[in-house]
């Protein structure tokens, strides 16, 4: 076979020549944020075709700043390396890192799947078959809040396949050499819609809380660091407004995928039997999954007592429970409590093992530090204010709510194309100098971007979940690009739309 140029073979070209390229050019800018601008074309070029993984492509670009000498230095003409490289010992990644352990040890007892199942098999689910997509678009979401959204795509996933077999042959599922009728129901709009809510659903649900979503970290990340905002986000404060876009975003695609998801007669009682033995082999709650539970809600709980305390009026000691007790060190909370209570304590096997530590996501991790490092720098070297300065040229107005709009859509549209933490951690520098530059307030497009970066839900390749569902060879890709555009269009007005109903009524993600 010859060899083909594939869209990341592509990239893996084209990112070289850009850098090269614009390095043989000369412009106004300092010689740091000249570099640096080509290797952020070479980034974003290599993080939109992945010629390698994402993670990967952020580690390199690291390199490439202090190999072609994009980071400054200092007297002694050493660059600064230390402080380059600091936003991986953030306190965001420490905070990202316990809720990966906690979403780990959900996964490993069967938690997560215990809940879903649990609504599942709750007897409104399965009156009809739009309850049941109802049903299963609510266990996604619900577990999305606190695992990512990849994770509870997963969880979910055997599950739609499970429901959409068993629908599909009227028995136990065996999505291998049905008949032609179980084939038809399966590749039906109906059995389309009921994966496109399993994946979508895992977006709308990491909005919710902080933890939901990378991209939820990441903002967070920037928002704390002394170049950006300076303050660390209140965890019941984002929820406030977090928890009512999760449920506007719900019904809209509830409604939607519905209009999408035209029926014919199911054989229901045969699911709700279904369902319930999927439930039934799940046996009575074990150790581990108590454990898992016991050490989440004293997690949440210390997350939201600050916010609760200052609800209460209780402002000194809100204050003093956040010094003592920040988020950050609340996470790391859960894996010490997770290493240490056992399951079965004369077999000295405790509810997380060392074998759990090489099943967290670390490229997340790296790609998280690696981006921070990368918009810091961007500050540091000017950059950013000289991207503020043209793209609020090229905007022309220094309207609050256009350039949040405009903030919502571009998160949107890069996120169809890459990672959503690549989106966020490239457009989070951009829109926060555009904002300084425009002399508006910063809060509403930033939290704009960071929404809009969750989505982006067109195409197989624009998020875990859509490849997770589409690898089940069951949704035509015009009918998850039809589902996806309108949903990008209809996330988009409802951020929109709730950022500025919460602005109005004087909300802010900040502790005051």
């Not at 070209?13 to 000369?26: D, E, R, S, T, Y």
């Not at 990512?148 to 739609?160: E, F, G, H, Q």
């Not at 555009?434 to 929404?451: D, H, K, M, Q, S």
């Not at 988009?492 to 004087?506: F, M, N, S, T």
């Amino acid at each position: 076979m010859g060899w083909r140029l594939s869209f990341d073979r592509l990239g893996l070209l084209l990112g070289p020549v850009v850098l090269i390229a614009w390095l043989c050019v000369p412009s106004g800018l300092s010689p740091e944020a000249h570099r640096l601008l080509g290797i952020l074309g070479l980034t974003v070029i290599w993080w939109v075709t992945e010629p390698i993984p994402i993670a990967a492509t952020g580690l390199f670009a690291l390199v490439l700043c202090v190999v072609l000498g994009a980071v400054p230095a200092d007297s002694r003409g050493v660059p600064r390396t230390k402080e380059f490289l600091a936003p991986f010992a953030d306190p965001s990644v420490f905070f990202l890192l316990g809720g990966m352990f906690i979403g780990r040890a959900m996964t490993r007892h069967g938690l997560d799947r215990r809940i879903a199942l649990a609504i599942l098999c709750s007897r409104w689910a399965s009156r009809s078959p739009a309850a049941l997509l109802f049903a299963v678009g609510l266990s996604v979401t619900l577990v999305s809040m606190w695992i990512s959204n990849t994770a509870a795509t997963a969880m979910v996933y055997p599950v739609t396949l499970g429901i959409i077999g068993c629908l599909a042959t009227g028995r136990e599922p065996s999505l291998a050499a049905t008949p032609r009728g179980a084939l038809d129901f399966e590749r039906s709009p109906y059995a389309s819609m009921l994966l496109v809510m399993t994946a979508y659903a895992s977006s709308v649900g990491g909005v919710a809380t902080p933890i939901g979503t990378g991209t939820n970290v990441v903002a967070r990340g920037f928002f704390q660091r002394p170049e950006y905002l300076g303050q660390s986000m209140d965890f019941l404060r984002w929820m406030l407004v977090g928890v009512p876009l999760m449920a506007l975003l719900f019904i809209f695609l509830y409604l939607w995928l519905h209009r999408l998801a035209p029926t014919v007669d199911l054989d229901l009682p045969q699911l709700r039997e279904y369902l319930h033995e999927q439930q039934a082999q799940l046996g009575p709650w074990k150790r581990g999954e108590v454990n898992t539970l016991l050490v989440f809600l004293i997690v949440v709980t210390l997350w939201v007592m600050p916010g609760l305390l200052a609800l209460l009026g209780l402002h000194q000691a809100a204050e003093q429970f956040r010094r003592r007790c920040p988020e950050d060190i609340a996470a790391l909370l859960a894996p010490c409590l997770l290493f240490l209570l056992p399951v079965r304590w004369r077999d000295s096997q405790f509810s997380l093992e060392v074998s759990d530590f090489s099943r967290i996501d670390w490229g997340t991790i790296m790609l998280f530090g690696s981006g921070m490092a990368l918009g810091s720098l961007m500050v540091t070297t000017g950059l950013a204010n000289t991207i503020g300065q043209a793209g609020f040229e090229l905007l022309g107005t220094a309207d609050l709510w256009v350039v949040t709009a405009l903030a919502i859509a571009s998160g949107i549209i890069l996120s169809e194309f890459t990672g959503n933490a690549a989106a966020a951690s490239a457009l989070i520098p951009v829109v926060w100098s555009i904002c300084r530059e425009a002399g508006i307030e910063p809060i509403p497009p930033l939290i704009g971007v960071t929404f809009g970066a969750s989505f982006g839900s067109a195409l197989p390749v624009s998020t875990p979940p859509n490849a997770i569902v589409y690898g089940s060879g069951l949704i035509p890709v015009r009918r998850m690009i039809v589902a996806g555009v309108v949903f990008d269009v209809l996330c988009g007005l409802a951020i929109w739309l709730v950022l500025r109903i919460a602005w109005a009524l004087g909300w802010s993600p900040f502790a005051r």
